[in-house]
């Protein structure tokens, strides 16, 4: 299998949702049924059960160090620039953010590490780092906007868990994972058929994001709102700080840690990861920078293989 056969199936799907849209056959909601479908059921019981059966032991290493530094330098970067430099609102920055460091590591992820490292023992770091750490920050935050007063609430932070399926699944995952528990075959076997579902619903609901968002050929396009627009020099800079900066630094960080050749070359195939589309569903589920989301997701798709290529052909 080559490494461009692994980019294939997140083209394919997306395209296969837009055609849908275009040709009117799943209907004016389709994007925000099945972005709620993926946010509240399918990446819920596919978090769960990938979590669950991953060794805690994993959570640890200079490796994940030298990631874990080049994601919050991107994401950080990205969340206090997209005010400065393109004037988001501040319930937009934190997809702003993501959109630039938050990296594909399930569907993408996978092939790639199989394909390119051998082996999918970091990427198992990379997910534990993204739904314990990353996640929950940028779901504070966006739950925070959502607040009519813009507050931040004990009470409600400590409630996000029951309230947010994502962060609630991903406990309960490691939960079963510390305490050696497995679900039964019984509550396993639909939730895998579920979980199953999660990449493919994502993948067609960013899709039909397109079609809608896309000026129509037969009416001029009304002037967007400020907070709307994903202009190319902004689509620039996300894929600037996603594909060049993050591996960058991830290269950098891995130096100084000292990492081994092959601990080097996953952090930074890793950290050349796209955006991932987790970014568009959390941005649909909250209603903020939707058009930001979905394009930053199938840009950097596009133009990512040239540089997990790179990182493989120099470090491997």
Not at 285 to 302: C, F, K
């Amino acid at each position: 299998m080559s490494l461009a056969s692994a980019f294939v199936p997140i083209w394919i799907l997306t395209a296969v949702g837009y055609a849908a849209c275009r040709w009117g056959l799943l209907g004016e909601a389709a994007a925000s049924v099945l972005g709620r479908f993926v946010f509240h059921l399918a990446m819920p019981a596919a978090l769960f059960l990938a979590l669950s059966r991953m060794p805690l032991s994993a959570f640890a290493g200079r490796s994940l160090l030298a990631f874990g530094v080049s994601t919050a330098a991107v994401v950080g970067f990205g969340w206090a620039g997209a005010s400065r430099l393109f004037g988001r609102e501040p319930g937009e920055r934190p997809i702003w953010g993501m959109a630039a460091g938050y990296v594909n590591s399930a569907n993408l992820g996978i092939p790639i590490a199989t394909q390119v490292l051998g082996s999918v023992s970091f990427l198992a770091e990379v997910v534990l780092l993204h739904v314990l750490v990353v996640t929950p920050v940028i779901l504070v935050a966006l739950d925070r906007h959502r607040d009519p007063h813009g507050r931040v609430r004990v009470r409600r932070i400590a409630s996000l868990p029951v309230r947010n399926p994502v962060i609630l699944a991903s406990l309960l995952g490691v939960a079963c994972s510390a305490a050696g528990l497995q679900p039964p075959s019984a509550v396993a076997a639909p939730l895998t058929l579920l979980a199953g579902a999660a990449v493919p619903a994502a993948l067609v609901a960013l899709g039909a994001s397109l079609h809608h968002t896309a000026p129509s050929r037969a009416e001029p396009a009304e002037p967007a709102e400020p907070a709307e627009p994903a202009g190319p020099a902004e689509l620039a800079a996300i894929s600037a700080l996603k594909l060049v900066a993050q591996p960058v630094i991830a290269y950098a960080a891995g130096l100084a840690l000292h990492l081994s050749a092959p601990q080097l070359l996953a952090v930074v195939v890793c950290a050349g990861l796209p955006t991932a589309q987790n970014t568009f569903i959390y941005a649909q589920e909250y209603g903020v920078a939707e058009a930001v989301a979905n394009r930053a997701v199938v840009v950097t798709t596009t133009l990512s293989l040239a540089t997990v290529a790179a990182a493989a052909t120099l470090l491997g």
